[in-house]
């Protein structure tokens, strides 16, 4: 099904985001070393889920794995596959939580478990204590030492007692408790948590790897022209909000001081629509570097590049991003 055009333009965003993110990046640089291997959840003693894989990326966070990974599969970057369902608390959302059997007249929890043995021969089924002499098992109506499981006797069930209201029972009333906060309830209040592990979803390899692959090479060849490169880097804008860019150079001048050069990469299987110049210029106004180049591959529409001019954006076209990569590093403002 065709994507209409601002769902279209949303994704890109979405997308843009993530290649810009340097934790998003690591992830899927990560990925990219095995790209069929998923990455695999791990429930923890304390019931906590993890991705051990990304530990090294966020530093044991594991909400901040999940959020990551969560933004991937809304941008279709990653496919979630889902592997088991966590019960948690409906009022915290903890997953740590202790199960209580009960009894389901007073809801007591002191209650005791009993088995109901048969003697096979003459037929007997009385609880496992009736049995028990002892260290021997003898039949309470032919008294008869019984030895061998199975043969002589066997377990028919499973019997309960409430040693407050004394009832008896056979299936006990079952009760979740929250341990952080103490909340309690019954199972058909649980909360089911999904558990997913992740893969690269497979119509999005070629560009995740142009994505993700490119910063290595234009940073390497802008670190060759011996400039102080930062990839990718967020800029505090006027307004005090912190703007991300793909990579910020710092171009240090002959006769001292230096100038801030913000650079975006923009890659998509069509022409760039406007929407795209309107966001980098939005985002440029208020972190003002002293200059900024958006990367368009393969480049951009009639439309954005009439708003490009219109809105002062300097942009730089390549039919692939190694061959924009090596047009923007190119540029006079480089060259020092």
Known sequence: MTMTAPLAVKQQVAQQEIYS??????ILTFMLRSPRTPIGPEILPTDEIRYPDLDQVFGGRSEDAREWLDKMVEAQILVPDLIDKAPACPECGSPQLSTRYMCPKCFNY??????????LKCGKVASDDTFKKGDQLICPKCQTVLHNY????RAVGAWYQCNYCKESFNVPAINHVCRPKRHQFATDRTRLVPVYQYRLNPSALSQIRREVLVYSDAVSMLEDLGLTVAAPQTIVGKSGQGHPFDIVVTVKGRWGGAKTVAIDFLSSDQMLPAESVRSFSTKVKDARPSESYLVAVPGLTDEAKALAGKMKVTFIEGPTLKEAATALTGLSTFKT
Do not use: T
């Not at 993110?21 to 690591?26: D, V």
């Not at 199975?150 to 006797?153: H, P």
């Open 21 to 26: 993110s340097l934790e998003a990046r690591k």
């Open 110 to 119: 002191d209650i005791a478990r009993s088995y109901l043995y048969e003697h």
């Open 150 to 153: 199975g043969i002589e006797y």
